[in-house]
């Protein structure tokens, strides 16, 4: 348990992304393929359904026993609260309202926010979206651990804590490795959760407070959903730097599974994705694949291989324009 992985540096490429090609050679093949892209309209419909289930569910455990708080938290509230994040995710991708309403895209996303308790829906957007435009691109692509967290998390019992840990490394990670000026909107967001917060405490007392944020910090932690933020781009095969999982938790994740697709068509909501590697199926089927995110945190976690250095990452050339 206490032994050193091998691994002591990222998988430095000097290759551009596949995704980029392959989206041009996909749709010089399959034109056909546009035709997904675009809002999806059932989304704005299910993110205030799943709001009012939080709400609900926070006027209900204000009465329950603290075992039975913590229990829920658990057991519900963190994976609504994990869901939540990937319909922000999605939404940070203009889907639920389309290109040309951008800013009620960003306001709904803070609406998203709101049972989660932590404010980061409009700072999540900024990044995320050099995240796709740099994948692995050093000091810009955040979803890439620091050199600390790759050479300190280097055994199993140290890289389950690290799971446990990812919400604080996913908050602190862009201030260490790209730090960006504050914008109004991150301003609002913040005053919009600070005062929803307030008034969820003022109304109903500690309780719900504690299960909205415990199950958001769960959620994200050691919990069979987070097993997403380890398979999309930690490299398990050597040359692969994007996988996807086509398991039953697709159904609570928005299809974030659909990863290599979702690469490949960022514009394209995750409702359809399913249908691109349909029509495109002989460019995803032969790539390496998961059916189980909980066995990927497990693969992790005792493979001595395999460390938060486990990750592709590129020098970037020429100018890079950053959200």
Known sequence: ?????????????????????????????????????????????IVCMMVAIQFLAFYLVKDLDWKWVLFWTYAFGSCINHSMTLAIHEISHNTAFGNNKAMWNRYFAMFANLPIGLPYSASFKRYHLDHHRYLGGD?????????????????????????????????????CINPKPITQLEVTNVAVQLTFNVLLYWLWGAKPVVYMMAGSLLGMGLHPIS?????????????????????????????????????????????????????????????????????????????????????VKRKLKGDVKLE
Not at 11 to 32: F, M, S
């Open 139 to 175: 000091g810009v692509d955040v979803d890439i651990p620091t050199d600390f967290e790759g050479w300190f998390f280097c055994t199993p019992f140290r890289k389950f804590i690290w799971i446990i840990l990812q919400p604080l490394f996913y908050a602190i990670r862009p201030l």
């Open 227 to 311: 097993g997403h933020f380890i398979a999309e781009h930690y490299m398990f095969l050597k040359g692969h730097e994007t996988y996807s999982y086509y398991g039953s938790l697709n159904l609570l994740t928005f299809n974030v599974g659909y990863h290599n697709e979702h690469h490949d068509f960022p514009s394209i909501p995750g409702c359809r994705l399913p249908m691109v590697k349909k029509i495109a199926a002989e460019y995803y089927d032969d790539l390496p694949q998961y059916s189980s995110w909980v066995k990927v945190l497990y693969d992790f976690i005792m493979e001595e291989t395999l460390s938060p250095y486990s990750r």
């Open 1 to 45: 348990m206490g032994n050193r992985v091998a691994r002591e540096d990222y998988e430095w490429v000097y290759t551009d992304q596949p995704h980029a090609d392959r989206r041009k050679e996909i749709l010089a093949k399959y034109p056909e393929i546009k035709s997904l892209m675009g809002p999806d309209l059932r989304l704005k419909w």
